[in-house]
């Protein structure tokens, strides 16, 4: 493809949400809990680890999650237990450069959806916050339906259920992983490189928010 006219005609745009529509970082309360940096930067890549974080993202329960990193590591209970109980503040805040982007597409009537591995209670807790994220047509979580990205089934759940067709869907996410997951489920997908990016990436297959 070497340009607009080589490109097919997006007819669906599914975003992510970590990370690009709303910022998402697990050391905000731990700077507090845990002063030390080396032992900050150990306790979130060896106890609460982006891996057991993404059970939960698969659907284990906090509680099971907590309990089984307590059983591993029990004089971590509390910074454990913290996890969950500060998750909030983990969010602090939208991206709103690219909110404006993705209301500007719902507003042209462009098809918008999202698809997301997040917890099932943390996204409920996440869209109540930040209303937004009900604009789109719907949402595939990945602990309501038990896959992950990158994983292709869900990018075929996601399409299956929202009736999108692959050649014409457009795929944003953070995650390389997650962008290569959509390309070989079909999907055209763009790597989420900062807003003024975005709206390069979007001209290029012919949209404008």
């Known amino acids: ?95 709103e450069k690219n909110v404006a982007i993705l209301e500007g597409l719902v507003a042209q009537g462009r098809d918008v959806t999202l698809l997301t591995n997040f917890n099932d209670e943390t996204f409920a807790e996440t869209r109540a916050r930040y209303p937004f994220l009900d604009l789109p047509r719907g949402a595939t979580v990945s602990a309501l339906v038990g896959l992950l990205k990158p994983e292709r089934a869900i990018f075929d759940y996601h399409a299956q259920t929202f009736q999108l067709n692959p050649g014409v869907t457009l795929f944003i996410d953070d995650n390389s992983a997650n962008v290569e997951g959509a390309r070989a489920a079909g999907w055209q997908a763009v790597q989420f490189h900062g807003p003024a990016r ?12």
């Open 1 to 95: 493809m070497n340009g607009i006219s080589d490109r097919p005609v997006i007819r669906h745009i599914v975003f992510d949400v970590g990370r690009v529509l709303i910022h998402w970082d697990p050391e905000i309360p731990y700077r507090d809990l845990i002063a030390d940096e080396a032992r900050r930067r150990w306790f979130l890549s060896e106890v609460c680890s982006p891996e057991w974080n993404l059970e939960q993202d698969r659907g284990r329960s906090w509680a099971a999650g907590e309990a089984e990193l307590i059983a591993r590591f029990p004089a971590e209970e509390t910074l454990i237990r913290a996890f969950r109980e500060r998750w909030s503040e983990m969010i602090p805040h939208a991206l």
């Open 198 to 209: 975005l709206q390069v990436d979007l001209a290029d297959f012919g949209l404008a928010a």
